[in-house]
């Protein structure tokens, strides 16, 4: 493997990072997220905006959700073992831009759906006396194997957490979604009168999963009311609660 | 736009389209088709499929149960349909996926249908028909569009029949052709009604952008819509990429030292920033973290500004710092965290002790 590893360096070319890359201070990573349809490829673009080469290594993890929503690291998911890093080590000049080609590898027969995967690329300490420190971007790829694309999604019960409606979403499709202001928005009454209408943090769902997506309830609510949570898209639906705030 | 600086520079830029909404035809339909590519997966091609995209321009859902997208080459009279479901609201997409002819491209966003059609790049037909039947028309012009449950049609490139005086431009590899107006224009007539854009298929998830004043209305003024693809982008930077304590004795209590990461994400659900380190070596030592949130973080559980968390040494599971639930401001977040000893050193042999940090980010 160490015979192997030279040949798998690419040293930047020599772009400057003004050219085409955002101007951001350290390092920046683009796309920030992917979606690779089984069989094709994909490359994510590193700026190195320090004043120092950064030797960056590459490797495919997993990418689990907690229930709110929030990224894990985690050895192993679906999508893991389907995506390919073609550039296990890259060498990024100080201002300029290096390149990472993923692949979605479609070796075998697998059920339509989305599988979750994330690529992390991390950037070497420079070592020297003291405490190192060093800093790793985690870029989550979805695997996309085609078929027939079932998107569903599904209202769970309702819970209030401090000021916070935490409503329980599944994901009864076979496809990632994004629940935001465009899915799912829910209206507190108080008899004939809407007092507040609210859209959620935006949270990603992998298929198949539940997880609570958070409305902020505006101080001005309190005491029993009728919540009434709209699913507005992909697919529609309504549920109402009572519940004392 | 908060990070135009930010955001301006990975983009697919697709202008459409200034189109006048004046010849409005009477009987145009509210669902349209409002954008169609036929390069999927081929060589250069932006997506790994084709798709054709509608849209409802008029002012009620429209329940697609039963209706199909049919697709037919350019001088054929055979039809394949592709079955839609659901309903379209108005102002809403609704997204067909369709073929690949290779390996090339990224994903569609989600579709709403899916189908096998494979879409000539150089010219064909598509029809937005209110039934299953296949179409039996299309070898010349004007055919198909007065044919019964058609309620769009559209010829391009090639096509041997086309709604109007002539066929819309053939798409090519990065290119789809879009309707004008962001779909809300319709005179009927192909050549009119379509130019060439970059691709930016939307499915049924985007937000409304309902037609003013309903689908088909005239008006005495042109409009001319933008379209931007911009790209997710997420960035780390660190205050100094090495902390020294410098010499301590065995019982010391020795100051944090500040370590400053700014995190910068055009990501509207934020992200999760971690951390976690290596053993010291040649003996372990207790070492921790405390963070402070810039505004609009949250931190994790445990962590504090006034209280160092011991950091764990991997491979344990990360140390949460904080999260976001929006795009980071043009600046960046800024974590201010401190990194420290937990308590006085311990009594140790001499000697270099050295361990690194790690901090990772990962978009929500």
Known sequence: MRAVLPALVVLAVAAPASAGAPRRAGLVVWPARTTLVAGSS????????????????????????????????????????????????????????GSVSLRATASRPLAAGDRPALVLLTARSAGGAGIGVQVRIGVPVEVRVPGAVRRRLELGALRVRRRMLELIVRNRGNVAERVGGGSVVVEVWRGPRRLATLRPRPRDLFPHAAGLVEF?????????????????????????????? | MR???????????????????????????????AQLYASGGNSGATYANDYVQLFNRGTSSVDLTGWTVQYASAASTSWSPTALSGTIAPGRAYLVQLASGGTNGTALPAADATGTSNLAATGGKVAVVNNATPL?????????????????????????????AGAAPAPDATSAIARAAGGCTDTDSNTDDFSSVAASPINSSAAAAPCSGGGGSSSAFASASVRLQIQSVIAIALGQPTLDFGGLAAGATAPPINESVTVTS?????????????????????????????AGGSLGAGISSTVLAALPIAPAADLTIGSTSAAAPASGDVWATKIGFIGPLPSVPAGQYTATVTYTVIPR
Do not use: K, Q, W
């Not at chain 1, 994510?44 to 290594?57: I, K, P, Q």
């Not at chain 1, 898209?233 to 004392?244: C, D, E, H, K, L």
């Not at chain 2, 990975?10 to 009477?26: E, F, K, N, R």
């Open chain 1, 216 to 245: 902020r309830l505006p101080g001005r609510v309190h005491g029993r009311v009728r919540v009434v949570a709209h699913l507005v898209a992909p697919t529609s639906g309504r549920r109402g609660f009572s519940v004392v705030l």
């Open chain 2, 136 to 164: 039996a028309c299309g070898a010349t012009a004007g055919s198909c569009a007065g044919s019964a449950g058609v309620a769009d049609f559209v010829g391009y490139g090639t096509a041997a029949d086309f709604e109007g």
């Open chain 2, 3 to 33: 990070h135009r600086h930010l955001l301006l520079v990975p983009l697919v830029i697709a202008l459409l389209c200034a189109s006048s909404a004046a010849h409005a035809a009477g009987g145009s339909s509210s669902l349209v088709i």
């Open chain 2, 266 to 294: 055009n990501d509207t659900a934020g992200y999760t920033l971690t951390a976690h380190r290596t053993a010291f070596s040649p003996r372990d030592l207790p070492l921790g973290l405390s963070a402070t949130a810039p």
């Open chain 1, 42 to 97: 994909a490359t994510l673009h590193v700026a190195n905006h320090t004043r120092a080469t950064v030797t960056l290594s590459v490797r495919t993890m997993g990418l689990a959700l907690d229930v709110r929503g929030a990224p894990r690291l985690v050895r192993s998911s679906p999508g893991t073992a389907l995506v390919l890093v073609r550039t296990r080590r890259v060498v990024v000049a100080a201002g300029a831009v």
